[in-house]
T-cell receptor, first 113, second 116 residues
Framework: QKEVEQDPGPLSVPEGAIVSLNCTYS??????FMWYRQYSRKGPELLMY????GNKEDGRFTAQVDKSSKYISLFIRDSQPSDSATYLC?????????????FGKGTLLTVNP | GAVVSQHPSWVICKSGTSVKIECRSL??????MFWYRQFPKQSLMLMAT?????????EQGVEKDKFLINHASLTLSTLTVTSAHPEDSSFYIC????????????FGQGTRLTVV
């Protein structure tokens, strides 16, 4: 079993839809959870960062972490064509000197106008 | 803030030659830098972690003599792919982290390497 599982999609939605992306993981030591957006042939861009369990909201984006289920989600409200990209979840057990990110495979999202 | 610049953005080289990729943190001091490799439709795989002034720590299966990493200053790390072969063709991405800037790492734009 891989440490981080993420459905690669592709996921295609109409503009304005609510998008739900998620990852599951097996390593209970993970405490830091991130979502990155990556456009084609570009480096990942940090979207959301969460420590431990709970919810975090930033504009149209909401990140949820459920450590008891080892499950994290990213919700995008009122999705826009500019949201079309690959979304990567990433997590780390340590935020200090032993910081090391483990990534999911990424979910390719297309928002159709 | 938190800008990481990677250069070049793409490079084509002949088999057997070496290629150097630079990663710079433009507005912060990167105490730790990471090098990743990404194959098409695959996730980022960590190759190595480097702390300024010390030797890089390589992940299992990554040849340290082939992928030379130097982190000589707090704003610059380099990855040199030595004696490149077509199977080294990939997307290489660096990220940088500053210990005083929380727990986030910021990524460069990536370098597309094609070995012919």
């Amino acid at each position: 079993q891989k440490e981080v599982e993420q459905d690669p999609g592709p996921l295609s939605v109409p503009e304005g839809a609510i998008v739900s992306l998620n990852c599951t993981y097996s390593n209970s030591a993970f405490q830091y959870f991130m979502w990155y957006r990556q456009y084609s042939r570009k480096g990942p861009e940090l979207l959301m960062y969460t420590y431990s369990s709970g919810n975090k909201e930033d504009g149209r984006f909401t990140a949820q972490v459920d450590k008891s289920s080892k499950y994290i989600s990213l919700f995008i409200r009122d999705s826009q064509p500019s949201d079309s990209a690959t979304y990567l979840c990433a997590m780390s057990a340590d935020g200090g000197s032993n910081y090391k990110l483990t990534f999911g495979k990424g979910t390719l999202l297309t928002v159709n106008p | 803030g938190a800008v990481v610049s990677q250069h070049p953005s793409w490079v084509i080289c002949k088999s057997g030659t070496s290629v150097k990729i630079e990663c710079r943190s433009l507005d912060f001091q990167a105490t730790t830098m990471f090098w990743y490799r990404q194959f098409p439709k695959q996730s980022l795989m960590l190759m190595a972690t480097s702390n300024e002034g010390s030797k890089a720590t390589y992940e299992q299966g990554v040849e340290k003599d082939k992928f030379l990493i130097n982190h000589a200053s707090l704003t610059l790390s380099t990855l040199t792919v030595t004696s490149a072969h077509p199977e080294d063709s990939s997307f290489y991405i660096c990220s940088a982290k500053e210990s005083y800037r929380g727990d986030e790492a910021f990524f460069g734009q990536g370098t597309r390497l094609t070995v012919v």
